[in-house]
């Protein structure tokens, strides 16, 4: 039986509309990434053995330290795992440092062995960091924490700008959505209400002692979670405050070892 011609076109707008509020979630990306909410448990460890048993249901671990067995072990426990990836500083101790051309590596960033990027240079930066984020992805990482994403505001040897910041933070989050991981912005405060839409959560240190906190409402008003550390306070210090703002947040000492205190 033939339908009429004006159902038909209503169908057939009907149809249209749903494709195209599919296919454009909100943030963009893959509909079945993971987002992690304010408030959400975490346990950050990039030094030592790495100790599974914190009852937590998220991990943040080295992506180059471990292998797939770990992240395996982790999703085994119900967590999800967080891959730590320097994207804004070179490190001579990881295996595709000599992949690197010294022409884009600038002034050390204070620890060592390593040096800021030259983050214009995404010629050469977006094959490489690429190559990174396929490596958390194979490894079946559920999202990438990038870090020295705020070179433009450090003395890193380039003359570096604010809208080179945002488009290479920018780059980072759409080859990590790429791969269907989550992405969160680490610190790099100043450009939070531009970046907000972009990344499916935050990571920051030391809000509370700079009294930054505030910056980060932009996340939580998104509903998208804030992985906050302490290094030189006390818990009585900033956790009234992180629980009225909603953070994830937990007291660890600068080698981000196993000890955490959250609140």
Known sequence: MKRPLVLCAL???????????????????????????????????LSGRLDTSVDVPVYDIDGFDHPAGTVDELHDDGRKVICYLSTGAWEDFRPDADDFPKSVLGRGNGWEGERWLDIRRTDVLEPLMA???????????????????????????????????????????????????????????DQIPQLVGDFDFAVNEQCAQYEECKDMKPFIKADKAVFHVEYEL?????????????????????????WRRAC
């Open 234 to 258: 006390t818990t009585s210090d900033f956790c009234p405050e992180a629980r009225r703002l909603r953070l994830s947040s937990m007291l660890k000492k600068y080698e981000l070892g196993v």
């Open 11 to 45: 169908l057939v707008l009907l149809t249209a509309c749903t494709t195209a509020s599919d296919d454009q979630p909100e943030g963009g990306g893959d509909t079945d990434r993971w987002r992690p909410r304010p408030g959400t448990a975490w346990q950050w460890q």
């Open 131 to 189: 190559d990174r984020l396929d490596m958390c992805e194979e490894k079946g990482f559920d999202a990438v924490e990038p870090d020295n994403m705020d070179g433009y505001k450090n003395r890193t040897g380039f003359d570096l700008t604010a809208a080179d910041q945002l488009r290479y933070n920018r780059l980072i989050a759409r080859l990590a959505h790429e791969r269907g991981m989550a992405v969160g912005l680490k610190n790099d405060l």
